[in-house]
């Protein structure tokens, strides 16, 4: 197959662009769309400090390498969540991660979960009782949390997610089918600060395919972690992510107009605003916004961990970077 | 006048002469779900297996878990064995 810009060797084919191109164009085209996504969405502008996810995987390093190439100022943040499954799963994504970093003279922070707060994720899945072989609920809440607060509390402008147009497709259709309206109304490319303590969130990625941020990282020649997490197989999103590939398969396109089509619906007024309107209060202990009055959901989750083994206080969380 | 496909840890071997996409279909993945690389290069999946390809590795792009079988192809459930 020949690129559509030079006619050299094609090394992607996008059935749903019914576009080909070879590595040079096609690692110009993807920095262009993902600029013209930031603008569509009022994303962020040069001025706006950027906070990266990463996690070591494909989405997040080539996220970071783009905004990178784009000219962004954008500090990666590193949570190390202290999974190992026989892989040394963590510490390998922090090498990754870190490695990326030091290649190109940017900034990690890192966030060791263990270190700052007294337990891995494993361990706290096990002593809170919730999810004993499935941390993935604790893990979620936990990096949600560190997350805001890092952005938040770093001073940063803007939180930015590796979540391409799979993840968002898959998760749209996991809420469309149980009509989680408050899920749905919320779902967007971006999630404005519109509380006190919030940091604004972006998904600079959302209309990509997973397919071409794989292939952009190895195009690119990236080195990113390759294994899943141990406890993501057999997860509900990879079902549905399968689901939608069979689609893919029939109708080249099938998932990005779903995608796409979901947020015209929205914009049209298709979802009522209200299902979003749940009130937030700052957590009496750190100070987080939570929905339930009181303590959050994270730091009542640390204290029954605390009871058992005597875990850090959440408020002296800190942090290290390197440069 | 075969090629072999890697796909995580696992071999197949397919004959030359069928398209990289056909013969993703062949070992039961779904095409979307796979690249595959010749020698550190993507190759489009309508490129013709040649045997002096020799190795043709498939990557899988899912991330957070692997793709699972395509089930018309192999009868295999979700998270069923590929072979």
Known sequence: MKCRKCGGTAV???????????????????????????????????????????????????????????????????????????LSYSDESHRLAQQFADERGLKLVVVEVEQTYGATIPELAVISNRGRDKPCSVCGLNKRYIMNRAAYDGGYTVLATGHNLDDEAAVLMQNTMQWQGGYLVRQAPVLEANRPGLARKVKPLCRFYEREMAAYAIVRGIEYIYDECPHAVGSTTIWYKEILNQMEEGRPGAKLQFYLSFLQAKEQGLFAQKADDAELHACDKCGQPTSAPGECSFCRLWDKVRAVKGARVPAEAGMTSKQ | MNVTLIYRNKTYEVPAGMTVRDAIKKVGLQPETVLAVVDGKLITDDTILKEEMKKVKLVAVISGGSPLPCRSATGAGRGGSLL
């Open chain 1, 12 to 86: 992607i084919n996008m059935r749903q662009h019914k576009l080909a191109l070879c590595a040079d164009h096609f690692l110009e085209w993807m920095p262009e769309q993902c600029q013209r996504f930031i603008e569509k969405y009022h994303m962020f502008t040069p001025e706006d400090r950027i906070l990266v996810a990463i996690s070591g995987g494909k989405d997040s390093l080539s996220l970071w390498d783009i905004l990178h190439r784009l000219g962004y100022q954008a500090d990666g943040l590193y949570i190390g969540l202290g999974i190992d499954g026989g």
